[in-house]
């Protein structure tokens, strides 16, 4: 039987390959957008899941027993959320709604911003015209008015589900905690083993790691952009670091987006200040990227920058902000896996786990 040269196979595999890839990504991308609120929720359940088994993991070695361990983990959690919510969030959804109401006046004062530099352009022999960008910018008052009103209508049907799909996704990372271990055991069960104990272990390291690392790095960002927006005191800066260190989720990009959106947003109140919380931002984040963002994140992810970027893209356009969030933990769990399964030692790996350990439930 005659043989294709090597070559010819190649790109038979990927003339092949890459439509299949394609039409898969359509499918997944019409089963998100028709399950979408119930991808959601298990979704972010997963996650919180993932993220409180890391502290109940630590109870476990010191002779806790899982049960016992997770309701102290729940309680410690339920006070700290309990504090920054009489403290930090009252604070900054005050900032945050009063803010959202007077971002339309910033951007009617931002004409006089450019009319000054259109003065100042021709003063110096430039013939400078920003009539096109001060028709955008009215354009743009009169679209935030129109969205402050739609949302204004909606709050009270919005308020009661979101308070829905809260308590859901609470109940469901509690029983995920405790009954988690079982269900992934049961679908790892399914795959032969030389493939499911990589994945558990692939799944751990680059999910639980990936978000506990972002989270520390999103948390160090507000928390030092704080007082440093209070000292060059910036109007509602406790509402920008807090979505400066919110951004830090999006990986790669995600703190270099928060700063830029938060600068132009500031730009349309006062330039000057615009340009000093840039630079102070800037130093905060280098500082978080050179000397934390190594220690936490190190390399078990693997991915080039550019699959980092092409991960982001096609997450956003699959699932949007959920997708961006989880794509490149996602795509580097299925390296890790492929890369695993190539090597020759990984039949000595642990145990697969999800949620933990078997639950001890005496």
């Given amino acids: 039987m005659r043989r294709f040269p090597a070559n010819l196979q190649n790109l038979l595999l990927i003339g092949l390959g890459f439509p299949v890839i394609g039409l898969n990504l359509w499918v997944l991308s019409q089963f998100f ?30 002779h806790f027993r899982r049960v016992p361990a997770i309701v102290c983990v729940l309680l410690i959690t339920l006070t700290l959320l309990t504090i920054l919510g009489v403290t930090v969030v009252p604070n900054a959804i005050d900032q945050t709604t009063e803010l959202v109401k007077q971002i339309p006046q910033w951007i009617l004062a931002s004409n006089d911003n450019i009319n000054a530099w259109e003065e100042w352009g021709k003063s110096k022999g430039f013939p400078i015209d920003f009539n096109v960008l001060r028709t955008q910018i009215n354009a743009k008052i009169d679209t935030q008015l129109q969205i402050i009103g739609s949302q204004a209508v909606g709050l009270a049907v919005g308020t009661v589900s979101g308070v829905v799909d809260t308590l859901s996704i609470i109940v469901l990372s509690v029983y995920m905690l405790i009954y988690g271990d079982r269900l992934w055991l049961g679908i790892v069960a399914l795959l032969p083993e030389r493939i499911g104990i990589p994945l558990s272990e692939s799944l751990r390291l680059n999910f639980q790691n990936f978000f506990i690392s972002q989270l520390l790095l999103g948390t160090f960002m507000a928390s030092i952009l704080t007082p440093i927006f209070f000292v060059l005191q910036v109007p509602f800066g406790l509402s920008f670091a807090i979505f400066i260190g919110a951004a830090e989720l999006i990986p790669f990009i995600g703190a270099s987006l928060g700063i830029g959106l938060v600068t132009i947003v500031i730009m349309l109140k006062n330039f000057a200040l615009g340009i000093s919380v840039l630079i102070a931002s800037i130093i905060i984040q280098q500082i978080k990227d050179n000397l934390l963002a190594p220690k936490l994140m190190g390399e078990f992810i693997g991915l080039n920058p550019i699959s980092i970027l092409i991960c982001l893209l096609t997450g956003g356009q699959i699932a949007g902000l959920l997708g961006v969030i989880v794509s490149v933990p996602l795509v580097g769990t299925i390296k890790g896996t492929i890369d695993r399964v190539r090597q020759p030692s990984h039949s000595n790996l642990s145990q697969p786990e999800f949620a933990g350990e078997a639950v001890d439930s005496e």
């Fill in 33 to 62: 957008r028709y399950f979408e609120h119930l991808v959601t929720v298990l979704t972010i359940a997963a996650l919180i899941a993932f993220l409180l088994n890391y502290p109940v993991k630590i109870l476990e070695r010191v």
